[in-house]
């Protein structure tokens, strides 16, 4: 369940960058990531207990991928507020409840 909710978040945040930043160009790389993200979340060694990536100390994406998802989450993150406002606030308030429950700050 956990790993679903996480991918539908991710799929927005990717599908919201690619079409404001690139207005529905580069549709390969486009694919690339998701695809690469999508098999990223379901190989997860955590399964349904998974944290949020940002959070977790092993690294399922190498560096290039990494890199990539952290430019589309950084230009997505604010904007979902305007495009996916209750995706925006689940997913908020899942990451302060998490983030409060590992002691970080």
Known sequence: MKITAE???V???IDLYYK?????????????????????????????NKIF??????HCYNKEM???IKEVMRYSGPRMLMYHPVVAI???IES????KKNGKK
């Open 7 to 9: 991918s539908k978040v």
């Open 11 to 13: 799929n927005l945040m």
């Open 20 to 48: 404001k930043k690139y207005k529905g160009k580069l549709e390969n790389e486009h694919l690339e990531l998701k695809t690469y993200v999508n098999l990223r979340l379901n190989k997860c060694p955590f399964g349904d």
């Open 53 to 58: 990536c940002s959070n977790c100390k092993i």
């Open 66 to 68: 990494q890199q990539k």
């Open 90 to 92: 689940k997913h908020l």
């Open 96 to 99: 302060r409840k998490e983030k």
